[in-house]
């Protein structure tokens, strides 16, 4: 259990607070998000793709044809997960913030690694703690939901892209989008089971 000094309770109460307020304004993008970054990103190898089309040999029709499908398919997806996270308050700013600058920044860095450790171990739970966890976990999700369409557009972009390239190319990018969806499965389970097991607390 995350253990407190005399009067430092409030800083748990001040955790919540913050982790509240992003759960219903959003965290504050100081530069760019990760959302409007996906686009430039699928943007550039785009017009990268083209300037490597036009030199010689170039690809079969049929295989362009197919890449300019997979572009625009991921151009389609980068801006419809801009617009969607734009509109539920949940763009992820870039550079993201450092651990003193999250709503964790509330606790000492002692307590920050003690929370960390209930994403791995069974340690009970005070009432505090499974409300900030709840938080938490609601956050993350809500946000990992918004970085979706996004990651799928650059996925698609990557994919493009490597059609212009190096078939090792496109084995990378297929190895990445298996870890991807034997990943999130996973990662979904285990929130699933943190959430329980904190409301039961709470």
Do not use: H, K
Request: some cysteine.
């Amino acid at each position: 259990m995350i253990e407190w000094a005399p009067g430092d309770a409030a800083r748990i109460d001040e955790a919540i607070r913050r982790m509240r307020t992003w759960n219903v304004e959003g965290q504050p993008v100081r530069f760019v998000s990760t959302q409007s970054a996906a686009i430039v990103v699928v943007g550039v190898m785009l017009a990268s793709t083209i300037v490597i089309n036009t030199e010689d040999p170039r690809p079969a029709p049929a295989l362009m044809w197919l890449q300019g499908a997979a572009f625009v398919a991921a151009l389609a997806l980068c801006i419809a997960g801009y617009v969607s996270a734009r509109r539920s308050r949940r763009l992820l700013p870039q550079p993201p913030f450092g651990p003193r600058e999250t709503p964790m920044g509330a606790l000492t860095a002692a307590q920050r690694r003690s929370f960390a450790r209930l994403t791995r171990e069974d340690e009970p739970l005070s009432p505090g703690v499974a409300e900030l966890l709840v938080e938490a976990i609601e956050f993350r999700r809500s946000t990992s939901r918004a970085i979706l369409p996004s990651l799928l557009g650059l996925f698609s972009g990557l994919l493009a892209a490597s059609m212009s390239l190096p078939w090792q190319v496109a084995a990378l990018v297929a190895v990445a989008v298996i870890f991807l969806a034997i990943a999130t499965p996973f990662e979904t389970r285990r929130d699933a089971r943190l959430l329980a097991r904190a409301r039961r607390r709470g």
